[in-house]
């Protein structure tokens, strides 16, 4: 069914557009929320109404997203990230990666909006990164990565004494003198059991 977008739905569309979209999702979901309404005459008159104000609202993204371009432009990414002998990183430098980055330095980019040769870098170098701003704009920003040193800790020279359940088990295992002493004695009273005669 046909609706008119009330407010800005990523990636939808904007306000003022009109979508085809299920019954289901409009009825359960766009309508309910204020954020589409019916595509019918009247509604179709009062989007018209506010079309000066959402055309400003969309001249203003523009040139938020053109100066924004420009600043992404000239600027450079570098991450350091814990790297193997033959500069493989430890897992991978992703969309997330590049736009929590780009968030210590004051940009806010959906990680949708990053895009990446290859779905992500998985070794040391310089790379190229694509960002869609608004409409058709886009910047390219460089990613540089580096190889993040990885300390590891000497082993101790000499390892640690056991102790405990092993040494415990050995002493239940080795009879007591009182009980071996018991055992050797029992044979000879035994044989002086045969020598005496039965009454």
Known sequence: MKVILNKDLAP???EGDVKEVAKGYARNYLFPRGIALPYTTRMIKLIEGR????EA???QKRLDARGIKEKLDT???SISMPTGANG???GAVTNQTIADELAKNGFQIERKRIELPGNG???VGKYKALIKLYENQTAEISV????QEIK???PSAKPAPRRGRRDGAHQEEAPSQEVSEAVSQEPAAVEKAEETPAE
């Open 12 to 14: 939808l569309g904007e």
């Open 51 to 54: 079309r000066a104000e959402i």
């Open 57 to 59: 609202r969309k001249e």
């Open 75 to 77: 600027f450079e990414v």
């Open 88 to 90: 493989k990183l430890y």
């Open 121 to 123: 870098f998985k070794s």
């Open 144 to 147: 540089t990565i580096i190889a």
């Open 152 to 154: 590891t800790e000497a």
